[in-house]
């Protein structure tokens, strides 16, 4: 499904949805857009900046503070989204996302004091299946584990960040009074059916020898590609005389996001892998072991576990996406007056000149976007 949802309450669910399956990806060696050099997410210098300067309260209101280290740690995400693509934002633009950014941590605070024993269940709920949705797009739990350490972040820390939006949600929508009937669903699905037309997929397994460095993203010496050359060969005779493939793969793949997981990779559509990769996986039949496959990242050995052949998805299959997306459009549409309403009630106050300049800009931006998908 081609979900185009506008969340209100999207910071940390963007980060957790998009780019931990494009850092593994990236680490496969298949992205299309390698991360830059130096552009690692480990080093936060959100967190040097508050040891240096403290931790002070940037917004508060009755019942709730919201220090800079909260704010601190939705911008790191941000940055690593960006970073994730080979992208930086720009200063004026990441103002903006300071502003969007704070404003959203204000309003789950103040749903947060209105949320009911069902609310927060409703939340435990969505952030189980987002957990394990992410634990499926990785492979494996060593695969995730080490995308969230990559991207400086915790599961559990993740987890608790998105039970706080979850919640928030199911809060508003209860207080707004938010419905979408099955037949307003299957009206969707009737109108939109090119929304659920879902691509020729492949899963694979694969082998990387990488070719550059993966710190720098410098090329390795001649001498050292030839070696790299010589030893996939090796593999390669290896793989066609019998040997397990996936073994071979935890043994010798420079691929730390699969190699745990026997070189397994999430099934994939066209336009996500760089051509080579993509060209080579979709042209073998299932259980083929291709030759082997030069990319910019290294020497690849992909074998292909399975292949499914493009299809509309069946409206039961979607029907509860569908009725989440619905949902989200009327609560969008009917949150700005009611969510004014909290904060005046709660004596809402941002501390920080710079910040209130921010958060005034943001939303009389949002004010003036246009409505609709």
Excluded: C, W
């Amino acid at each position: 499904m081609k979900n185009k949802i506008k969340l209100i309450f999207s910071a940390m669910l963007a980060v957790a949805l998009i780019v931990l399956p494009r850092a593994h990806a990236a680490t496969a060696g298949a992205s299309t857009n390698p991360a830059p050099a130096g552009a690692g997410t480990n080093a936060n210098p959100d967190a040097a900046m508050t040891a240096l300067f403290g931790d002070p309260v940037i917004a508060k209101g009755r019942g709730f503070a919201i220090k800079q280290s909260e704010l601190d740690q939705v911008l790191v995400g941000l940055r690593a989204a960006a970073a994730a693509r080979n992208q930086t934002i720009p200063p004026e633009q990441m103002t903006l996302f300071e502003g969007q950014m704070l404003n959203r941590l204000i309003q789950i605070q103040l749903l947060l004091q209105k949320a009911t024993d069902a609310d927060r269940a409703q939340g435990k709920k969505m952030v189980d299946l987002q957990m394990s949705a992410l634990l499926e797009r990785a492979g494996s739990q060593e695969a995730l584990d080490h995308q969230f350490k990559a991207l400086g972040m915790t599961a559990d820390g993740l987890s608790a960040r998105l039970s706080q939006e979850a919640t928030a949600q199911s809060v508003l929508e209860r207080e707004l009074g938010v419905t979408v009937t099955d037949a307003e669903t299957k009206k969707f699905y009737d109108d939109h059916p090119e929304e659920f037309e879902q691509p020729e997929m492949v899963h694979a397994r694969h082998i990387l020898l990488l070719t550059m460095d993966p710190a720098t993203h410098q090329p390795l010496t001649d001498d050292q590609q030839k070696a790299k050359r010589k030893q996939i060969d090796d593999i390669l005779k290896r793989v066609r005389a019998g040997e397990d493939f996936a073994k071979l793969a935890t043994q010798y793949s420079e691929d730390p996001g699969s190699k745990d997981n026997g070189g397994e990779l999430p099934a994939f559509p066209r336009g996500q892998m760089v051509p080579e990769f993509e060209a080579a996986a979709f042209a073998l039949s299932t259980n083929q072991i291709s030759d082997v496959v030069t990319t910019q990242y290294g020497y690849h050995i992909i074998q292909l576990l399975d292949k499914t052949p493009a299809k509309k998805m069946p409206y039961d299959k979607v029907a509860d996406n569908i009725k989440k997306r619905l949902t989200q459009e009327k609560t969008i549409k009917l949150a700005p007056p009611y969510l004014d309403n909290l904060k005046k009630a709660a004596g809402v106050e941002i501390t920080d000149a710079d910040l209130k300049t921010a958060a005034a800009a943001a939303e009389a931006s949002a004010a003036s976007a246009p409505s609709g998908n």
